[in-house]
């Protein structure tokens, strides 16, 4: 166990529908991070949220936003939903006390996203 | 974007045996790291390795940071069948820009009893 904890475990939804994913960080982690898992293009990096705010951003959808709340947790929300979001959603969490510190992430379980 | 060139894609073996994987990049990575993935379950945390040429051992399981600071290693000694998953090498940038991981595609370890 991580410590990392993820909700939904499963998620079936259809086109054009809007989910929300929660995560919430290990105690003390400041960092989270969203990456998505698919079969054709492994784990890719979405983004990342620092104590609240913005911080790095990857291959992430305009369709797709996230926010990180006063209380650590984030959520990830995706719209729009297409066939080809399916996928598994990780969120890691980390301390990152600041940029040069040695760091470590701790992944969750993951959702799994089904859009039919 | 950055690329890890991860190898083999997949494995068979007989429990017992030893396990050799790499990964190498075009890019400089200050940090490697190695995860294993269950079916079902996220990415666990095997090793993490800081500098360039560090060796570090969790177990039966070593690993190398390269000297070029563009590839890493992954050995399993004496391979028992819980060693079964998925293996994924991630190279951290440097910290001066973000803290994401760039994620190799994996290597499928199947142990036959």
């Known amino acids: 166990d991580s410590g990392v904890t993820q909700t939904p475990k499963h998620l079936i939804t259809a086109t054009g529908q809007r989910v929300t994913l929660r995560c919430s960080p290990r105690?003390?982690?400041?960092?989270v991070y969203w990456y998505q898992q698919s079969l054709d293009q492994g784990l890719q990096f979405l983004i990342q949220y620092y104590n609240g705010e913005e911080r790095a951003k990857g291959n992430i959808l305009e369709r797709f936003s996230a926010q990180q709340f006063p209380d650590l947790h984030s959520e990830l929300n995706l719209s729009s939903l297409e066939l080809g979001d399916s996928a598994l959603y990780f969120c890691?969490?980390?301390?990152?006390?600041?940029?040069?510190?040695?760091?470590?992430?701790?992944f969750g379980p993951g959702t799994r996203l089904t859009v039919l | 974007g950055q690329q890890l060139n991860q190898s083999p894609q997949s494995m068979f073996i007989q429990e017992g045996e030893d396990v050799s994987m790499n990964c190498t990049s075009s890019s400089i990575f200050n940090t490697w790291l190695w995860y294993k993935q269950e079916p079902g379950e996220g990415p666990v945390l095997l090793i993490a390795l800081y500098k360039a040429g560090e060796l570090t051992s969790n177990g039966r399981l070593t690993a190398q940071f390269g000297i070029t600071r563009k590839d890493s290693f992954l050995n399993i000694s004496a391979s028992i069948p819980s060693d079964v998953g998925i293996y994924f090498c991630a190279g951290q940038l440097d910290p001066g820009g973000s803290e994401k991981l760039v994620f190799g595609k994996g290597t499928k370890l199947t142990v036959n009893p």
């Open positions: 890691a969490s980390s301390v990152a006390l600041w940029a040069g510190e040695i760091d470590t992430q701790y």
């Open positions: 105690s003390g982690d400041l960092s």
